[in-house]
């Protein structure tokens, strides 16, 4: 089993220098990958780039950086830096977004998302894969006057993408490699994300979608603590219209819901639940729910899982 976690920079000290030494512990428990999530602090590319280059062997990724702001041509340089950087174990996560954010935050208008994620990873698939673009669509243009590709970047890195409804899941299934479902229960999962991402990518004729599915959750004795810490850290995602709709397919109230706590019985039989819905990989997030005990002690159960 393939099973990874979400790094998180700390409230303070040197922000690369502390996710390094997270990242050595989880690799040291036997994790497979780490995930950075792209905020306002930190640049998920380039942290993920540097951690992938200071500890071989554990595959990096990002989970997920929004397209809106960003041009494919510029993106491509971040993604292919880093993938030299971690000789070839870096994964490529995006997202639409949501509309108040990219229209608050940034200023930048959130018109036609599907045809925007369309054509920005037709465009970006051929700055990755060949080094170069000449591309003109209708909410984007990229077009390369020199070389664009990365000398060491080898392979093309995996392109995710953070999609968990019908339109969106069918242009990933048909132009990217696979998606990143957060709070998409097992039984979403099963019945509608990776039915719906598979059969695109059977008409498109691409191979079988990877479903990096990331699920919220820590091993603890306290649980009642962990849950009033997992409500306050999950509220945001009751807002927003694209986590509600799968909260609510999986017969959940709120994303507090659906995360994991328990003992160590609990999380890995959590685990197995997703693997057998159809994820081909699980990832971790908030695992410092119960501190940093619960941390290392979630770290270490699914270390194991993933050896066993």
Request: aromatic share 6%; hydrophobic share 45%; net charge negative.
């Amino acid at each position: 089993m393939t099973i990874g976690v979400a790094l998180y920079p700390p409230e303070s000290g040197n922000t690369v220098d502390v996710v390094v030494g997270q990242a050595r512990q989880a690799a040291e428990a036997g994790l497979r990958t780490a995930w950075f999530g792209q905020r306002f602090d930190y640049d998920a590319i380039a942290l993920a780039g540097i951690v992938g280059r200071e500890v071989p062997g554990l595959t990096v990724g990002t989970s997920a950086v929004p397209i809106f702001p960003r041009h494919p041509i510029l993106i491509s340089s971040q993604a292919q830096t880093s993938q030299a950087a971690a000789h070839g174990r870096f994964r490529f996560g995006l997202a639409l977004g949501s509309r108040t954010m990219t229209e608050s935050v940034f200023g930048v208008p959130y018109e036609r998302p599907i045809a925007r994620l369309r054509e920005f990873l037709v465009a970006l698939r051929s700055l990755l894969e060949t080094g170069g673009a000449e591309f003109t669509g209708e909410t984007l243009t990229a077009r390369t006057s020199m070389p664009a590709a990365v000398p060491g970047a080898d392979p093309a890195p995996p392109v995710l993408v953070a999609a968990m409804a019908p339109q969106a899941l069918r242009v990933t299934g048909e132009l990217a490699d696979g998606t990143l479902p957060l709070l998409a229960g097992p039984r979403t999962l099963g019945e509608h994300i990776v039915p719906e991402i598979t059969a695109a990518a059977e008409r498109a004729g691409r191979p079988a979608p990877r479903v990096v599915a990331f699920v919220a959750g820590v091993v603890t004795d306290d649980v009642d603590a962990a849950r009033e810490a997992a409500a306050r850290q999950t509220a945001f995602y009751d807002r927003v219209p694209s986590y509600r709709r799968v909260i609510e397919l999986e017969g959940a109230v709120k994303a507090a819901d659906l995360v994991e706590i328990g003992d160590e019985a609990a999380i890995a039989a959590a685990v197995r639940r997703y693997f057998d819905a159809g994820a081909t990989e699980v990832v971790l997030t908030q695992t410092d729910l119960a501190g940093d005990a619960g941390r290392l002690r979630t770290w270490k159960l699914l270390g194991e899982l993933a050896g066993g």
